[in-house]
Nanobody, 119 residues
Framework: QLQASGGGLVQSGGSLRLSCVASGGTFEGHTIGWFRQPPRLRREFIAGISWPESVAYYTDSVKGRFTISRSSAENTVYLQMNSLKPEDTAVYYC??????????????WGQGTLVTVSS
């Protein structure tokens, strides 16, 4: 089960760092993705990091502002979000082996974390 944390309320232009931790497991051998679901919209894939090369992928809407990274020592994947905009407001989730890499649906969703960006 994955647990995302670090969300909160921030002003436009501000920054937040989200964390994703695997309870009872490890990220070793897995690609990890960050998703978000804005109010009344569908969940979308926004960033991913491969294993073991840790090559990052970003959707155009976050490229240049968000940075995904992983720490094997901490068994944590991070999403550093800078220059936040009101349209980044969403519940953010992390997932193992997202469809972008695996071609398969996400097996299970953990609890997300709410990010609210005020204008």
């Amino acid at each position: 089960q994955l647990q995302a944390s670090g969300g909160g309320l921030v002003q436009s232009g501000g920054s937040l760092r989200l964390s994703c931790v695997a309870s009872g497991g490890t990220f070793e051998g897995h690609t990890i993705g960050w998703f978000r679901q804005p109010p009344r919209l569908r969940r979308e894939f926004i960033a991913g990091i491969s294993w073991p090369e840790s090559v990052a992928y970003y959707t155009d809407s976050v490229k240049g502002r968000f940075t995904i990274s992983r720490s094997s020592a901490e068994n944590t994947v991070y999403l550093q979000m800078n220059s936040l905009k009101p349209e980044d407001t969403a519940v953010y989730y992390c997932a193992v082996d997202p469809p972008y890499y695996s071609g398969l649906p996400v097996k299970s969703w953990g609890q997300g974390t709410l990010v609210t960006v005020s204008s």
